[in-house]
């Protein structure tokens, strides 16, 4: 089955520096990752993707993502963090097993940037 | 263009009632789904259809029922709720085209507690 992990159940950073939260991947064959957000009380926001091509994705708000092979992750990064980037985020694979294409989530890292 | 509409926001049930969760989708998607939401859990796939008149289970379908009479419209059915259906209901859409992976749209959410 395609899965993924978020090893973090929350990420604190300081606004103004470089933040990233993690993920990796168990897939069979090539996966296509997602990474969304979402905001309190809100539905989820797509950020990026990858599917194929360059390993590093670039996403909404400045947002971006790199794809490593090797080490089976996708971790989300930002140069410069803002207070209202403080959100749940969430990595996500899609399914291959018939689901209707389906995504299978990890349960979410929660990032807290403070001024 | 208003993307995907839930309704209602929240909702309060007495275990053994039943309700109808509405989605409803503007962009003329074929693929749709039903996430729920429990806390660090992730989202858990319940149900799925990949056009009018087709739908499947997901993950997660004990306790719930869809229909997909029309392309906007996917609602999901929970009947004699149960505590453990309390969670966010999420309904998200796409359009998978062949050979590429498309991007999955969320609802804003249901908020649902039975008591």
């Known amino acids: 089955a395609q899965s993924v992990a978020q090893p973090e159940d929350q990420v604190n950073v300081a606004e103004g520096n470089p933040l990233t939260v993690k993920c990796t991947y168990s897939v069979s064959g090539n996966p296509y990752l997602f990474w969304y957000v979402q905001y309190p009380n809100r539905g989820l926001q797509f950020l990026l993707k990858y599917i194929t091509g360059d390993n590093l994705v670039k996403g909404s708000y400045g947002f971006e993502a790199e794809f490593n092979k090797s080490q089976t992750s996708f971790h989300l990064k930002k140069p410069s963090a803002l207070v209202s980037d403080s959100a749940l985020y969430f990595c996500?694979?899609?399914?291959?097993?018939?689901?209707?294409?389906?995504?299978?989530f990890g349960k979410g890292t929660s990032l807290l940037v403070t001024p | 263009n208003a993307g995907v509409t839930q309704t209602p926001k929240f909702r309060i049930l007495k275990i053994g009632q039943s309700m109808t969760l509405q989605c409803t989708q503007d962009m003329n998607h074929n693929y749709m789904y039903w996430y729920r939401q429990d806390p660090g859990m992730g989202l858990k796939l319940i149900y799925y259809s990949v056009g009018a008149g087709i739908t499947d289970k997901g993950e997660v379908p004990n306790g719930y029922n869809v229909s997909r009479s029309t392309t906007e419209d996917f609602p999901l059915r929970l009947e004699l709720a149960a505590p453990s259906q309390t969670s966010v209901y999420f309904c998200?859409?796409?359009?998978?085209?062949?050979?590429?992976?498309?991007?999955?749209?969320f609802g804003p959410g249901t908020r649902l507690t039975v008591l």
């Open positions: 998200a859409s796409a359009t998978p085209l062949a050979g590429s992976t498309d991007t999955q749209y």
């Open positions: 996500a694979v899609r399914d291959k097993s018939g689901s209707g294409y389906a995504l299978n």
